[in-house]
Structures are given as structure tokens and as C-alpha cells.
């Protein structure tokens, strides 16, 4: 069965803290690992991984993917409020299976 | 560059009745997908295209659910009859697919069924 596990389930930081956002999966068909961003709308891309090991940055995010240990992490240094939104997981190869999300809270 | 369209934003309807949603996908996008978000739950997919070609239904209540992309372009969601538990976001994705997988979303519609 096909699984995707996010931790933690949610997350209450200050501005400027550093954030560590895990991903965990198991599924069939794999390929890359999407990053998403969610607000009161619909996901917003951030990131597409493929291998291991190397690391995708933007701006204060990055992230990296493990395909041995078949995981990813999603990092945001010095955090803002506009950070506060949920992420998404999602691993897979034309079917992408989502994760319910990481809800990040960063107050001022 | 326009991004995913979908309408109407927002649907309210009572159970037993029809209802349809549309979607037009970011130029050039060859793959859709239609997913259905429930609160506190990420995207479950409903059905993926490719052009004209639903490659992926699996996920898709046949019985009540059906889907359509006529020319390989706009793509309608239709559920007859509706449901209390069919309450949810109903999105759009679309991709260039050709090994390229990163999907754009739409804003969604939001479907409240009384």
C-alpha cells in the first residue's frame, strides 16, 4: 500500500527560527518528490526532487531527498510569518501520492 | 503566463442534485489531473489525462462521478447524483508531463453539499 507520512503533524515557531519539515514515503512507482506550499488556496509548487543527495535551494528554503531511506526534508531558515501555511509532500511517477501536510504557524 | 482556471470558485447545491466543474489547463500542458482535497487532508487524485486520454481512474466513483477532456484541452468533473460526503475542494492540476512532473494547481472549487 502506498504511504506518505509527514511530521510533524503541525508546528508553532518564532520569526527568525529555523524549520525542519519531514517526508516519509513508501510507494510503488517512484521518480521524484514534489514540495508544495499551501495557503487558503490551492498548493503552490516549490520544489522537484529526483536524487539523492543533492540539494534544492530557494531563497531561505531547501531540501533534500534520500531515495535509500526513502525520505525528504524541507528546511526554512530565519522564518517569517508569511511562511505560515501548510506543506505538502508528494512522491510518486505520474500518479503522485500526497501527504496531509505539515501546518506551520510562525508568529511574529 | 496564465496559470490553471478553473470555475465556478465556490458551488453550493443540495444532495440529489447534478453538479459540474470546469478546468483549463496552462498552455501547452498535455497532462491534467483532477483531485479532490478534503479539510486537513492533502490532494487524492480523481482521474489523470493525458491529451484526450484518461490514463488514470482509478480513484474515480464511476458510479456517480465522470469526467471528460474533449480535444485534449479543457477538462469538465461532473457528479450525478451529489452527496453530503462529496463536500470538499475539487482541484485542477495540469503538467507538460514528457518525464516533467511538477503540477500547476488551479484555486479550486469549493463544494458544499446541504
Known amino acids: 500500500e502506498d504511504k506518505v507520512v509527514q511530521s510533524p503533524l503541525s508546528l508553532v515557531v518564532h520569526e527568525g527560527d529555523t524549520v525542519t519539515l519531514n517526508c516519509s514515503y513508501e510507494?510503488?512507482?517512484?521518480?521524484?518528490l514534489l514540495w508544495y506550499k499551501q495557503e487558503k488556496k490551492a498548493p503552490t509548487f516549490l520544489f522537484m526532487l529526483t536524487s539523492s543527495g543533492i540539494e534544492k535551494k530557494s531563497g531561505r528554503l531547501s531540501s533534500i531527498l534520500d531515495k535509500k531511506e526513502l525520505f525528504s526534508i524541507l528546511n526554512i531558515t530565519a522564518t517569517q510569518t508569511g511562511d505560515s501555511a501548510v506543506y505538502l509532500c508528494a512522491p510518486g511517477f505520474n500518479k503522485f501520492y500526497f501527504g496531509s501536510g505539515t501546518k506551520l504557524n510562525v508568529k511574529p | 503566463e496564465a496559470g490553471v482556471v478553473q470555475s465556478p470558485r465556490y458551488k453550493i447545491i443540495e444532495k440529489k442534485q447534478p453538479v459540474a466543474f470546469w478546468c483549463n489547463p496552462i498552455s501547452g500542458h498535455n497532462t491534467l489531473y483532477w483531485y479532490l482535497q478534503n479539510l486537513g487532508q492533502g490532494p487524492e487524485l480523481l482521474i489523470r489525462y493525458e491529451n484526450e486520454e484518461a490514463v488514470d481512474d482509478s480513484q474515480l466513483p464511476k458510479d456517480r462521478f465522470s469526467a471528460e477532456r474533449l480535444k485534449g484541452v479543457d477538462s469538465t468533473l461532473k457528479i450525478q447524483p451529489a452527496e453530503l460526503g462529496d463536500s470538499a475542494v475539487y482541484l485542477c492540476a495540469s503538467s507538460t508531463g514528457q518525464g516533467r512532473n511538477e503540477q500547476f494547481f488551479g484555486p479550486g472549487t469549493r463544494l458544499t453539499v446541504l
Open positions: 510507494v510503488t512507482n517512484f521518480r521524484s
